[in-house]
């Protein structure tokens, strides 16, 4: 696993990406991507819509195939995976995509036993039950465990969501838009439990967003996407504050002020 030394620190990096190429035809989507993801981090990946944020996370996830560079997640090389040990590997890996509903007729409580059930044998009920507690009560919706999802407001969705990834306890957690469609105060509750269960479970994330309050809120460190390259990385306030530079300039007035 590659390790860089930062202030005097050994950071391991759980995500290593190098010079990423993907195009669909004539679009060339993303044009040598370099990305590390540090352990325990939270990573945003801001952009605006169609630069390629949900491409990046499919190619890390191993579910689409990039046409140059390398992908390696916590030490493995993913495109030299087989099925078996890629199945392996994804479920280290927490998704929390933009279209990873619930199941409507299922009860709380199924649908955070579901992807337990799946994927880990020879579990007792009483380890399931257990399980399910937890992620429930790392979500603050301990309450909920016997309702359906369409009792449930938008922001417990999304939380119950999130709460059906962390059951299997990722090492690594990937946001697609945690808070698209969300009003403030549910977004507010989103960026919060995302740093919550960083400082939890010393979760290491990406965070993909184009939502700015996000992004300060959760980002240790920003990535801006912008012609399929990551041109500025560092810290909200390194990103955004030399306003003169050209790039976060027309970034910027892409994004959020049209
Ligand atoms: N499987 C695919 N086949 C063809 N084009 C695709 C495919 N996936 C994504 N694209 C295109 O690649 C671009 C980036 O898509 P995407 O990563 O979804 O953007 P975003 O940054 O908004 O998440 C878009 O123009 C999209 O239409
Ligand atoms: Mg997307």
């Given at each position: 696993m590659t390790t860089v030394k930062t202030e005097n620190k050994q950071r391991e990096a759980v995500i290593v990406i190098r010079d990423l190429k993907i195009s669909f035809g004539d679009l060339h989507v993303l044009r040598g991507v370099d990305l590390d993801l540090y352990q325990g981090e939270n990573l945003v990946v801001l952009g605006r819509s169609g630069t390629g944020k949900s491409v990046l996370i499919k190619i890390i996830a191993g579910l689409l195939q990039p046409d140059q560079g390398t992908v390696k997640v916590l030490g493995q090389d993913v495109d030299q995976l087989n099925s078996r040990e890629l199945d392996a590997l994804r479920l280290k890996i927490g998704f929390s995509f933009q279209?990873?509903?619930?199941?409507?007729?299922?009860?709380v409580r199924e649908n955070l036993e579901f992807p337990l059930i799946r994927n880990v044998r020879n579990l007792s009920r009483s380890d399931i039950d257990k399980a399910v507690e937890e992620a429930l009560a790392d979500v603050g919706l301990?309450?909920?465990?016997?309702?359906?999802?369409?009792?449930?407001?938008g922001g417990q969705r999304k939380r119950i969501g999130i709460a059906r990834t962390l059951i299997l306890k990722p090492q690594i957690m990937l946001y697609d838009?945690?808070?698209?469609?969300?009003?403030p105060i549910t977004s507010t509750e989103i960026n919060n439990l995302i740093n919550e269960v960083k400082e939890r479970h010393n979760t290491s994330s990406i965070i993909i967003t184009h939502d700015l309050t996000c992004a300060k809120t959760v980002g240790d460190r920003i990535a801006m996407l912008l012609d399929g390259r990551f041109e500025r990385q560092g810290t909200f306030e390194e990103v955004f504050?030399?306003?003169?530079?050209e790039r976060a300039k027309q970034f910027y007035e892409y994004n959020f002020v049209n």
């Open positions: 279209s990873s509903a619930l199941y409507d007729s299922m009860t301990s309450q909920t465990i016997n309702q359906m999802p369409s009792e449930l407001s838009e945690p808070t698209a469609g969300l009003d504050e030399d306003s003169n530079d």
